[in-house]
């Protein structure tokens, strides 16, 4: 059965990866912020040491993606957008995304990467 996401935008323009992590351990982004001991910008490492430190499966091989269809159920998404290089969260079919929103389809990215999250 799967859980239901609560959206969290991201506190400043450099933390939409703690805002992603938040997300989906349902941990406060401040706290996130302080166990990774970063408030700017996170890097791939980080994303994927916290998730495994707290339950999740993620993969270690990155994929593109051309459409939504490429995706799977959940995935962390590393977005190429006008402004900069953007982590965002794919849940079931829909997009959350801490600085664009709950979306239907991806934000205007350029380039799309992804890796599969499964909760263990």
């Known amino acids: 059965m799967q859980k239901e996401i609560e959206y969290i935008g991201e506190p400043t323009d450099l933390q939409c990866g703690q805002a992603v992590l ?3 351990t349902e ?3 401040s706290q996130v912020a302080r166990d990774l001991q970063n408030e700017r910008e996170t890097n ?3 994303m994927k040491e916290y998730l495994r430190a ?3 499966f993620i993969s270690d091989e990155r994929k593109q993606a051309e459409s939504k269809s490429d995706l799977s159920d959940i995935c962390l998404l590393s977005l190429e957008t006008p402004r900069c290089w953007h982590w965002s969260l794919y849940y079931y079919g829909t997009f959350f995304d801490p600085e664009h929103g709950i979306l239907n389809d991806f934000p205007v990215s350029k380039r799309k990467y992804f890796w599969e999250i499964k909760r263990i």
Do not use: D, N, Y
């Open 22 to 24: 938040a997300m989906l």
């Open 54 to 56: 707290h339950s999740f």
């Open 44 to 46: 791939l490492k980080e």
């Open 27 to 29: 941990i406060p982004v």
